[in-house]
């Protein structure tokens, strides 16, 4: 029985090689890219999630990496900021905007904080990402439809976390404040989607527009590269 080959990876045409010691380098080296976008970060008064740079970088990583080295990286920046390495998005007192430098980033357990549901999210996009890509869905108009997925694999946990939050009416240890009383709404969906999901659409769908467009044309100026070779 004759298989089908599958289409090569992004970072396997860039960086070519094999080997244990370069996929974990390749694993460290994106979680640290994520780490950085994270402190590209908005700060909404109703809210306790950011809206920062970090969707872009998960989708990219999934989508250059393939699947298990992409949800590898973003698995190890969520390890990175549970035990204590400060590499998640600015705390929720911090400045209005925030964009890398002075380094402000945070650590927490990701149950321990309102945006720990996204952060589990971003190892599923990752991984979701990673496998259509490894299908051949990063390059073509079908690259769309693979970061929109990814895009929705990660509200899905993190509005559910969000939500309990919301609703269990318990004051938030890290906070200092009843989470359900900081945002407006009438009840907790109405609540939840306030606070975790209508102020990041058209943000996210601008970074889905850029991750859409820049491995596609990675692909493009290999192939004009290889032709001028």
């Not at 190890?76 to 998005?89: D, N, Q, R, S």
């Not at 509200?155 to 890290?174: C, E, Q, R, T, V």
Request: net charge positive; proline share 5%.
């Amino acid at each position: 029985m004759q298989t089908t080959a599958r289409p090569p990876i992004l970072i396997d045409i860039v960086l070519p090689g094999r080997g244990l010691a370069r996929d974990v380098a390749l694993i460290v080296g994106f979680s640290i890219l994520v780490a950085v976008f994270a402190q590209i970060a908005l700060r909404l008064p109703f809210t306790t999630v950011p809206l920062t740079g970090q969707t872009l970088a998960v989708l990219l990583a999934g989508g250059t990496l393939g699947a298990w080295r992409g949800a590898g990286a973003l698995s190890l920046y969520m390890v990175w900021g549970t035990i204590g390495i400060p590499v998640f998005a600015p705390s929720a007192t911090g400045d209005f905007l925030h964009f890398v430098l002075p380094w402000a980033g945070t650590s927490s357990a990701v149950w321990d904080i309102t945006s720990g549901g996204y952060i589990v999210g971003f190892v599923i996009a990752a991984f979701l990402v990673g496998r259509l890509a490894e299908r051949g869905w990063d390059r073509g108009w079908r690259v769309t439809v693979a970061m929109l997925i990814g895009n929705i694999s990660l509200y899905i946990p993190g509005l559910l976390w969000l939500g309990y939050l919301i609703s269990s009416g318990n004051l938030n240890a890290s906070l200092g404040f009843n989470l359900a009383e900081a945002i407006p709404g009438e009840n907790t969906l109405d609540k939840t989607l306030v606070g975790g999901l209508y102020p990041f659409i058209l943000g996210d769908l601008i970074k889905l527009y850029i991750a859409a467009i820049v491995l596609p044309g990675a692909w493009a100026f290999i192939g004009r590269t290889r032709k001028d070779k």
